[in-house]
């Protein structure tokens, strides 16, 4: 079964409005840290927020935040003001800390947000 | 500090060349990854390093190999290339006591 499922291949939205891109996850380790990372064109990998399992308020970082929905297995992205340099390949990830050894991570698929002017 | 490098940026080989890429941080982290990235995908973990001289098998190990004789560096090994190798790979690093992965900018391979 996937870890991580991102079921958005791809999204628009228009410039200044906001966007959520979804992500949900599986796992049976009680402690389990979550992220997304953005890819843009130019090929590098950004970190832009993290929520750890047992984090009582949602993750958020400037126009980034981490709607994280614990009962429900999801930890969805939302961008608050979107700029024509959000556009970019966005990557939900899981750290298991119990199951997966040296704080590696597992990814999903990604969604591509395509921002309009 | 430069943050987790890796060279090189861009290669061509050959079915069945072999080659070695490098990746090497200056944060003094202990853990270090090497994940792979085919195309419209995400990545996945090739193998892992928790120290120096201590390394283990990722998802997908099969046709590399790895070393970390030191924390800082931990090359990545290419046996008789093949194209299903053809990838975008990225080093990363951790420290010990840490959430953020620090990338580096990838080697982006083309096997032909």
């Known amino acids: 079964a996937q870890k991580i499922t991102q079921t958005q291949p791809g999204m628009f939205v228009q410039e200044k409005e906001a966007v959520t891109l979804d992500c949900t996850y599986d796992?049976?380790?009680?402690?389990?840290?979550l992220f997304w990372y953005k890819q843009p064109s130019s090929g590098e990998m950004i970190f832009l927020i993290y929520q750890g399992s047992y984090d009582q308020q949602n993750a958020t970082e400037g126009r980034y935040s981490l709607n994280f929905q614990k009962a429900r297995k999801s930890a969805n992205l939302v961008i608050s003001a979107s700029q024509l340099g959000d556009s970019a390949m966005y990557f939900c990830a899981m750290r298991e800390v119990q199951g997966g050894a040296g704080n590696m991570l597992t990814f999903g698929g990604g969604t591509r947000l395509m921002v309009k002017p | 500090n430069a943050g987790v490098t890796q060279t090189p940026k861009f290669r061509i080989l050959k079915i069945g060349q072999s080659m070695t890429l490098q990746c090497t941080q200056d944060?003094?982290?202990?853990?270090m990854y090497w994940y792979r990235q085919d195309p419209g995908m995400g990545l996945k973990l090739i193998y892992y390093s928790v120290g120096a001289g201590i390394t283990d098998k990722g998802e997908v190990p099969n046709g590399y190999n790895v070393s970390r004789s030191t924390t800082e560096d931990f090359p990545l090994r290419l046996e008789l290339a093949a194209p299903s190798q053809t990838s975008v790979y990225f080093c990363a690093s951790t420290p010990l006591a840490g959430n953020e992965q620090f990338f580096g900018p990838g080697t982006r391979l083309t096997v032909l």
């Open positions: 796992t049976s380790d009680p402690s389990y840290g």
């Open positions: 944060m003094n982290h202990n853990y």
